[in-house]
């Protein structure tokens, strides 16, 4: 091996050194070149190893991010269905809402009309509005009475100015038309609006949206009846609300209404408890608010055992509850979107989003085929009209 050190090379045009001076270059002996021939194709497979890597391992996340992002932007057929599924319209229904509008209020109809069904022992007389100056002993929990919520009912009240039934509400001396607006998808494309501005009270649901759904659902609200965790979280939702009736479901609902009321905000610990986060302010005045009489879910759970195919204690949603609440108020009842179709999974369940029907299948908490049943029976009954015509 002949080793050269300190050697400069000049190129001939620019005099740069094409080699850095005190460099040192090995000339390599055979048996040194061909071992470091061997070490040079060591290193290009091992090169070309990782580039195979890296290529593999590029394509596997190209696939993994195609698998979820391309069907968001490319829909299955199923999916594709789904979105273009619309519930059948019955003009007839339509014309019959204007028909029922155009003509005088019958007193005393849903009363009249619900005689021949067997719960309706059950369905009348029913405390609306939790008063202190009617004092009932709660045999029942919540959401069915009050039993060991006394205290935290009391502070409640004690907040509230007009606790019971607002003169506008109360029987003597006129006629009312009531609708109770679900939240059901079938509502989605019916263009109801404009009819159910025109009903004397208007019940509607948690925080079912008005805004922006007015053509289909109108923009009134008279009654909304929630639980502190569905409160609509918008105040635009209030800005044609009359009232806000509280639907109790454990102790911690009316602390929630009192905070609300003298906007004193509960404690953090306290709001650990709720199972999804509240409002800390509702823009009404405390005049505007309400208790529910855990009388009406009681009797509404009694009406819906004669449906169940399951004897129990049962829990209706609040929509079943309203109606029943209806029935107490006015002497006509309409209904709109109400009736799960769980014979079409793909329909929309709500008319402001587009959650399927399927989903429903998920819920343990309420008899929705109970519910339908005894709607349906309220309807063939001529004790309320369905104005979507899905029951």
Partial sequence: MVTLNHLSVKDPDDGSALLPEGAEVVILSPVSRRQNVKAKADSKEFFISRRLNFAFSLMLLIGSYSAILIPAYFPLDTVAVASNYQYPKDRGLFNRSASLLSGPCQPRWCVNHLKPLSCSASLLDVPVFVQPERPVPWDLSPPQGLQGSEEHLALALASLPQPGLPPSLKTEGSCRRCVVVGSGGVLHGSHLGSHIDQYDIIIRLNNAPVPGFERDAGSRT??????????????????????????????????????????????????????????????????????????????????????????????????????????????????????????????????????????????????????????????????????????
Avoid at 227 to 232: C, I, L, R, S, T
Avoid at 240 to 257: E, G, I, P, Y
Avoid at 260 to 272: A, V
Avoid at 288 to 311: C, D, S, V
């Fill in 222 to 391: 008279t009654i909304r009846l929630i639980y502190p965790e569905g409160a609509p979280r918008s105040a635009n939702e209030y800005k044609q609300t009359s009232m806000v009736a509280l639907v109790v479901f454990k102790s911690l609902d009316l602390d929630w209404l009192t905070s609300i009321i003298t906007k004193q905000p509960l404690s953090f610990w306290s709001k650990m408890w709720f199972w999804r986060e509240v409002v800390d302010e509702i823009p009404l005045r405390p005049e505007n608010f309400r208790i529910l009489h855990p009388e009406i879910i009681h009797k509404t759970g009694q009406a819906l055992q004669e449906y169940a195919a399951k004897q129990g204690n049962m829990v209706p949603t609040i929509g079943a509850s309203a109606v029943v609440m209806a029935l107490q108020l006015c002497d006509q009842v309409s209904l709109a979107g109400f009736g799960y179709d769980m014979q079409h999974p793909e329909a929309r369940l709500h008319y402001y989003e587009s959650i399927r029907m399927e989903s429903m299948k998920a819920q343990v908490v309420h008899d929705v085929s109970a519910e339908k049943l005894f709607l349906r029976d309220l309807v063939s009954a001529g004790a309320v009209t369905d104005l979507t015509g899905a029951l």
